[in-house]
Protein backbone atom coordinates (compact mmCIF):
# COMPACT_ATOMS: atom_id res chain seq x y z
CA UNK A 1 0.00 0.00 0.00
CA UNK A 2 1.28 3.65 -0.86
CA UNK A 3 0.73 6.23 1.72
CA UNK A 4 1.37 8.59 -0.84
CA UNK A 5 -0.75 11.06 0.75
CA UNK A 6 1.71 11.87 3.48
CA UNK A 7 4.90 12.71 1.19
CA UNK A 8 7.03 15.49 2.35
CA UNK A 9 6.50 15.57 5.52
CA UNK A 10 8.78 15.88 8.25
CA UNK A 11 8.55 13.32 10.78
CA UNK A 12 10.71 12.99 14.16
CA UNK A 13 11.62 9.57 15.40
CA UNK A 14 13.30 9.06 18.74
CA UNK A 15 15.50 6.07 19.24
CA UNK A 16 16.28 5.49 15.81
CA UNK A 17 19.51 4.16 15.20
CA UNK A 18 18.34 0.50 15.01
CA UNK A 19 15.48 -1.90 16.22
CA UNK A 20 11.75 -0.56 15.28
CA UNK A 21 12.99 3.46 15.13
CA UNK A 22 15.29 2.68 12.47
CA UNK A 23 13.00 0.47 10.29
CA UNK A 24 9.82 2.65 10.60
CA UNK A 25 12.73 5.55 9.43
CA UNK A 26 13.78 3.36 6.62
CA UNK A 27 9.41 2.83 5.51
CA UNK A 28 9.09 6.53 5.58
CA UNK A 29 11.97 7.22 3.64
CA UNK A 30 10.78 5.38 0.71
CA UNK A 31 7.54 7.12 1.04
CA UNK A 32 8.98 10.72 0.74
CA UNK A 33 9.38 11.72 4.34
CA UNK A 34 12.16 13.90 5.92
CA UNK A 35 13.40 12.42 8.28
CA UNK A 36 14.87 14.03 11.43
CA UNK A 37 16.25 11.14 13.93
CA UNK A 38 17.13 11.02 17.67
CA UNK A 39 19.15 8.28 19.50
CA UNK A 40 21.32 8.41 22.36
CA UNK A 41 23.91 6.39 20.40
CA UNK A 42 26.08 8.33 17.82
CA UNK A 43 28.02 5.94 15.86
CA UNK A 44 24.77 3.93 15.34
CA UNK A 45 22.98 7.35 14.51
CA UNK A 46 25.43 8.28 12.05
CA UNK A 47 25.60 4.65 10.57
CA UNK A 48 21.32 5.07 10.38
CA UNK A 49 21.51 8.66 8.69
CA UNK A 50 24.45 7.05 6.11
CA UNK A 51 21.56 4.34 5.39
CA UNK A 52 18.51 6.29 5.21
CA UNK A 53 20.37 8.92 2.72
CA UNK A 54 21.23 6.24 0.42
CA UNK A 55 17.55 5.30 0.00
CA UNK A 56 17.00 9.05 -0.97
CA UNK A 57 15.53 10.81 2.13
CA UNK A 58 16.66 14.14 3.36
CA UNK A 59 17.72 13.23 6.73
CA UNK A 60 18.92 15.27 10.28
CA UNK A 61 19.75 13.97 13.45
CA UNK A 62 20.32 14.37 17.00
CA UNK A 63 21.93 12.90 19.49
CA UNK A 64 20.27 12.98 23.12
CA UNK A 65 20.24 10.69 25.86
CA UNK A 66 16.18 11.40 26.42
CA UNK A 67 16.91 10.05 30.32
CA UNK A 68 18.03 13.86 30.76
CA UNK A 69 14.39 15.37 30.99
CA UNK A 70 16.04 18.95 31.58
CA UNK A 71 17.79 18.63 28.32
CA UNK A 72 14.86 17.51 25.53
CA UNK A 73 13.11 20.66 25.06
CA UNK A 74 16.45 23.29 24.92
CA UNK A 75 17.76 20.58 22.94
CA UNK A 76 14.65 20.20 20.39
CA UNK A 77 14.83 24.59 19.94
CA UNK A 78 18.52 24.11 19.19
CA UNK A 79 18.50 21.67 16.96
CA UNK A 80 15.27 22.18 15.06
CA UNK A 81 15.31 26.14 14.89
CA UNK A 82 12.35 26.67 12.99
CA UNK A 83 11.72 23.60 11.44
CA UNK A 84 8.41 21.91 11.40
CA UNK A 85 7.40 18.98 12.54
CA UNK A 86 4.75 17.40 11.40
CA UNK A 87 4.72 14.05 12.21
CA UNK A 88 6.28 12.23 15.82
CA UNK A 89 6.89 8.78 17.01
CA UNK A 90 8.07 8.00 20.13
CA UNK A 91 9.82 4.49 20.34
CA UNK A 92 12.63 5.10 22.24
CA UNK A 93 12.62 2.59 25.33
CA UNK A 94 14.63 0.81 27.89
CA UNK A 95 13.66 -2.58 30.31
CA UNK A 96 15.04 -4.51 32.85
CA UNK A 97 14.72 -8.12 33.74
CA UNK A 98 13.44 -7.34 37.23
CA UNK A 99 10.46 -7.48 39.56
CA UNK A 100 9.62 -5.51 41.95
CA UNK A 101 11.83 -6.63 44.92
CA UNK A 102 14.81 -6.78 42.25
CA UNK A 103 14.22 -3.58 40.71
CA UNK A 104 16.56 -0.41 41.86
CA UNK A 105 15.38 2.82 42.47
CA UNK A 106 17.93 4.05 39.79
CA UNK A 107 16.50 1.16 37.17
CA UNK A 108 13.16 2.15 38.27
CA UNK A 109 13.52 6.25 37.34
CA UNK A 110 15.41 5.55 34.39
CA UNK A 111 12.76 2.91 32.61
CA UNK A 112 10.24 5.74 33.91
CA UNK A 113 12.04 8.54 32.61
CA UNK A 114 12.66 7.42 29.20
CA UNK A 115 9.59 5.51 28.43
CA UNK A 116 7.07 7.26 29.88
CA UNK A 117 8.46 11.14 30.40
CA UNK A 118 10.18 11.37 27.74
CA UNK A 119 7.27 10.48 25.62
CA UNK A 120 5.11 13.31 28.01
CA UNK A 121 7.67 15.52 27.13
CA UNK A 122 8.06 15.32 23.82
CA UNK A 123 4.15 15.78 23.56
CA UNK A 124 4.21 18.64 25.34
CA UNK A 125 6.76 20.32 23.40
CA UNK A 126 5.12 19.43 19.90
CA UNK A 127 1.31 19.35 20.72
CA UNK A 128 1.48 23.23 20.56
CA UNK A 129 3.11 23.79 17.64
CA UNK A 130 1.15 21.23 15.63
CA UNK A 131 -2.23 22.37 16.66
CA UNK A 132 -0.97 26.37 16.17
CA UNK A 133 -0.01 24.62 12.19
CA UNK A 134 -3.18 22.75 12.03
CA UNK A 135 -2.58 19.46 13.71
CA UNK A 136 -0.52 16.60 13.25
CA UNK A 137 0.09 12.75 13.72
CA UNK A 138 1.59 11.46 16.72
CA UNK A 139 2.70 7.52 17.26
CA UNK A 140 3.49 6.70 20.65
CA UNK A 141 5.45 2.92 20.98
CA UNK A 142 3.79 1.16 24.14
CA UNK A 143 4.16 -2.51 24.09
CA UNK A 144 1.50 -5.47 24.80
CA UNK A 145 3.31 -5.19 27.86
CA UNK A 146 0.94 -2.25 28.63
CA UNK A 147 -1.81 -4.66 28.22
CA UNK A 148 -0.71 -7.59 30.14
CA UNK A 149 1.71 -8.33 33.04
CA UNK A 150 5.00 -9.86 31.73
CA UNK A 151 7.57 -11.75 34.10
CA UNK A 152 10.35 -9.93 35.24
CA UNK A 153 9.18 -6.44 33.57
CA UNK A 154 7.76 -5.02 36.70
CA UNK A 155 8.73 -1.44 35.56
CA UNK A 156 8.84 -1.50 31.59
CA UNK A 157 5.04 -2.72 32.46
CA UNK A 158 4.28 0.00 34.39
CA UNK A 159 6.04 2.40 32.04
CA UNK A 160 4.35 0.84 29.18
CA UNK A 161 0.76 1.16 30.63
CA UNK A 162 1.51 5.11 31.13
CA UNK A 163 2.11 5.60 27.57
CA UNK A 164 -1.00 3.72 26.77
CA UNK A 165 -3.05 6.16 28.96
CA UNK A 166 -1.13 9.08 28.01
CA UNK A 167 -1.86 8.84 24.46
CA UNK A 168 -5.47 8.30 25.10
CA UNK A 169 -5.70 11.37 27.44
CA UNK A 170 -3.58 13.58 24.98
CA UNK A 171 -6.32 12.65 21.70
CA UNK A 172 -9.49 13.26 24.04
CA UNK A 173 -8.14 16.94 24.71
CA UNK A 174 -7.05 17.49 21.84
CA UNK A 175 -8.40 15.83 18.84
CA UNK A 176 -11.03 18.67 18.29
CA UNK A 177 -7.75 20.47 17.47
CA UNK A 178 -6.56 18.23 14.68
CA UNK A 179 -3.96 15.71 16.67
CA UNK A 180 -4.38 12.45 16.26
CA UNK A 181 -2.67 10.29 18.63
CA UNK A 182 -2.53 6.50 18.87
CA UNK A 183 -0.42 4.21 20.47
CA UNK A 184 1.19 1.07 18.76
CA UNK A 185 1.71 -2.19 21.35
CA UNK A 186 3.90 -4.60 19.84
CA UNK A 187 4.17 -7.80 20.84
CA UNK A 188 7.87 -10.28 21.05
CA UNK A 189 9.90 -8.20 18.14
CA UNK A 190 12.91 -9.71 17.01
CA UNK A 191 15.47 -7.18 17.34
CA UNK A 192 19.01 -6.11 19.07
CA UNK A 193 17.13 -5.10 22.12
CA UNK A 194 16.32 -8.94 22.24
CA UNK A 195 19.69 -10.22 20.68
CA UNK A 196 21.22 -8.34 24.13
CA UNK A 197 18.60 -10.33 26.64
CA UNK A 198 19.21 -13.10 24.76
CA UNK A 199 22.86 -12.92 25.45
CA UNK A 200 22.66 -12.11 28.82
CA UNK A 201 19.93 -15.25 29.36
CA UNK A 202 21.61 -18.34 31.44
CA UNK A 203 20.01 -19.90 28.74
CA UNK A 204 19.68 -18.42 25.53
CA UNK A 205 18.09 -21.31 23.47
CA UNK A 206 15.16 -21.77 26.08
CA UNK A 207 14.53 -18.04 26.80
CA UNK A 208 14.18 -17.59 22.60
CA UNK A 209 11.75 -20.16 22.31
CA UNK A 210 10.05 -19.03 25.58
CA UNK A 211 9.77 -15.26 23.99
CA UNK A 212 8.21 -16.90 20.42
CA UNK A 213 6.03 -18.91 21.96
CA UNK A 214 4.04 -16.21 23.32
CA UNK A 215 2.73 -15.21 19.88
CA UNK A 216 -0.09 -17.38 18.92
CA UNK A 217 2.15 -18.58 15.60
CA UNK A 218 4.96 -19.49 17.66
CA UNK A 219 6.95 -16.37 15.70
CA UNK A 220 8.71 -13.30 16.88
CA UNK A 221 7.70 -10.34 15.23
CA UNK A 222 9.97 -7.36 12.86
CA UNK A 223 11.06 -4.06 13.28
CA UNK A 224 9.65 -4.46 9.33
CA UNK A 225 5.99 -5.40 10.15
CA UNK A 226 5.77 -2.63 13.12
CA UNK A 227 7.16 -0.30 11.22
CA UNK A 228 4.02 -1.17 8.61
CA UNK A 229 1.95 -0.59 11.46
CA UNK A 230 3.33 2.92 12.47
CA UNK A 231 3.27 4.00 8.56
CA UNK A 232 -0.53 3.55 8.54
CA UNK A 233 -1.18 5.21 11.95
CA UNK A 234 0.65 8.15 10.11
CA UNK A 235 -0.94 8.21 7.12
CA UNK A 236 -4.21 9.37 5.26
CA UNK A 237 -5.44 5.97 5.49
CA UNK A 238 -5.36 5.86 8.92
CA UNK A 239 -7.13 9.51 9.82
CA UNK A 240 -10.23 7.24 11.37
CA UNK A 241 -7.71 5.62 13.98
CA UNK A 242 -6.83 8.62 17.20
CA UNK A 243 -6.56 7.24 20.73
CA UNK A 244 -6.47 3.71 20.14
CA UNK A 245 -4.02 1.05 21.14
CA UNK A 246 -3.32 0.00 18.13
CA UNK A 247 -2.16 -4.01 19.12
CA UNK A 248 0.40 -5.83 16.69
CA UNK A 249 1.53 -9.21 18.50
CA UNK A 250 0.25 -12.12 16.65
CA UNK A 251 -2.44 -12.93 19.18
CA UNK A 252 -0.02 -12.64 22.29
CA UNK A 253 -2.65 -10.34 24.56
CA UNK A 254 -6.01 -12.70 23.21
CA UNK A 255 -4.58 -16.00 24.92
Known sequence: MSYSGSNKKLVLITGAANGIGLATAKKLATTGHDLFIVDKDETEI???VTEL???GATVKSLVLDLSDSENIMPSLDKALGDAHVD???NNAGVGFARNVESTTFAEWDLTIDVNLK???IMCKYFVPKMISSGGGEIVNVASAASIIG????VAYCASKAGVAGLTRAICVDHAAEGIRINAIAPGTVDSTW???ILADAPDPVA???MMEARQLDGKMGTPEEVANGIAFLLS??????NGSLFVMDAGLTAA
Open 150 to 153: LKNR
Open 207 to 209: TRK
Open 46 to 48: TKA
Open 87 to 89: QLI
Open 53 to 55: TAL
Open 236 to 241: PEGRFV
Open 194 to 196: IAK
Open 118 to 120: ATF
